[in-house]
């Protein structure tokens, strides 16, 4: 038996979809433009609060909150958003970031600009201008000078994505991960000169689960610098040069530190770099270790020390008991590396002679110095070589 729906039921039904689709619209994302709670994009105007109160309103919401910045130039002091309820909130920065042109006014703040204990955050796109070029020329002077802000921190956070940002000049190191996990850089690009002091481009330590794709790294010191207690870290398609490679290091700082593990490096292109991929530790007793590394399809041109582990690392030979390194390195592969050394040594194994080095695999390694098989140096190291080795291993 057919049924027909009465004209007074059919008046009912906009009201009984509102109903309905209620929760779904209480949730909807809301957006907090940074110019409509008082930043001004003109370079000049300290918009640093406006920034913090749609950090605070967005944190505040209920819903997914998006914090907007316009087109412009905006001021910006060292600034802290720290952790809070909300889990779904997004930094859309279509501007450039500028720290104050006087390097005095954030040089001693450990960050410039820091995400702190925060879960769920999207940083996309901007630019971040650290301004850092006035610090290193008071460094290179040898007058007295702040340390310097790293340009981003994040610390003690959860889920975080930085997609398409750009960092400038950084004071010093540009962007760093410190107590978190799972994080994911994609599409960042790095810039400072090939000459600025201390200026990493990106340092992981003490985290999990982290990601670096896709990612172009010009700066004066490591395109990546991996610290202790870094695991289950990824990088691949980075393009490094100038700078100092990527390095795991320097270890044994401290007596008591955590281990380097589950690290991936691969489809890397280094260009005129110092290193090429490399192991450091400072030659004194430490309880940390390296384990687990894979450098895998790495592009060589003209780097002057593209295969290094380094564990008699001793500036100035200062605080080195005994110049032996306590870290323990194990389980390291390096498999299609190819390309050009600028230094007739390309591959330098120097370990420790306490714990020597294990488990270094070398698979299709074709390195050339001046268009001939270039050399390479072991101590303490133990391993195997297999398929094409164009240089001739010392293992």
Same mark, same amino acid.
Not at 22 to 37: D, G, I, K
Not at 243 to 267: C, M, P, R
Not at 321 to 331: I, L
């Given at each position: ?7 007074? *039921?059919?008046?009912? /039904? ?68 720290? !952790? ?8 859309? @920065? &279509? ?38 070029? %006035? /610090? ?11 340390? !310097? ?25 540009? @962007? ?14 790095? $810039?400072?000169? %090939? ?6 481009? +990106?340092?992981?330590? /003490?985290?999990? %689960?982290?990601? +670096? ?6 700066? =004066? &010191?490591?395109?990546?610098?991996? %610290? ?18 990527? *390095?795991? =290091? ?7 530190? #955590? ?47 593209? +295969? ?13 008991? !005994? ?19 600028? $230094? ?15 488990? +270094? ?20 190291? !133990? ?6 080795? #164009? ?5």
């Amino acid at each position: 038996m057919v049924q027909f729906v009465s004209s007074n *039921s059919l008046l009912l /039904l906009p009201a009984l979809l509102c109903m309905v689709l209620q929760p779904y619209w209480a949730t909807a994302e809301v957006t907090y433009n940074v110019v409509n709670l008082g930043a001004k994009g003109d370079g000049r105007t300290d918009s640093t609060k406006a920034f913090l109160n749609a950090w605070a309103a967005a944190c505040a919401s209920a819903s997914p909150a998006t914090i907007y910045a316009p087109p412009g130039r905006y001021l910006l002091r060292n600034a802290v958003f720290r !952790g809070c309820n909300n889990h779904a909130i997004t930094f859309k @920065i &279509d501007a450039t970031l500028v720290a104050p042109s006087d390097y005095r006014v954030i040089g001693n703040a450990h960050n410039w600009l820091e995400f702190q204990e925060v879960t769920g955050v999207s940083i996309i796109g901007g630019v971040l201008d650290g301004q850092g070029t %006035g /610090l290193w020329a008071c460094k290179k002077s040898g007058k007295r000078c702040p340390s !310097g802000a790293t340009t981003l921190g994040l610390t003690r956070s959860n889920n975080i994505l930085v997609r398409g940002l750009t960092s400038l000049n950084s004071q010093m190191f540009h @962007i760093v991960i410190n107590g978190c996990h799972n994080v994911k850089l994609q599409g960042v690009t790095v $810039s400072a000169s %090939g000459q600025s002091p201390n200026t990493d481009g +990106i340092h992981v330590q /003490l985290s999990s %689960g982290v990601m +670096i794709l896709d990612t172009h790294i010009k700066t =004066g &010191d490591d395109c990546v610098s991996i %610290g202790p207690g870094a695991t289950n870290l990824w990088i691949e398609n980075v393009a490094c040069g100038p700078g100092h490679g990527i *390095s795991i =290091g320097s270890l044994a700082k401290n007596l008591k530190e #955590e281990g380097v593990q589950n690290v991936t490096v691969k489809a890397v292109t280094f260009t005129g770099t110092q290193n090429g991929v490399r192991i450091k530790s400072w030659a004194r007793p430490s309880n940390g270790f390296v384990k687990h590394v894979i450098f895998q399809h790495i592009g060589m041109a003209n780097v002057q020390h593209p +295969i290094v582990i380094d564990q008699n690392y001793c500036p100035r030979h200062k605080n080195c008991p !005994g110049k032996v390194s306590g870290v323990k390195v194990s389980d390291v592969t390096y498999e299609d590396i190819h390309g050009t050394s600028e $230094s007739e040594v390309a591959m330098r194994f120097e370990c420790s002679s306490k714990y020597p080095c294990s488990g +270094i695999k070398l698979k299709d390694v074709k390195l050339t110095y001046r268009n001939k098989a270039p050399q390479s140096t072991c101590a303490h190291a !133990g391993g195997t070589a297999s398929g094409f080795i #164009e240089l001739a291993s010392c293992l």
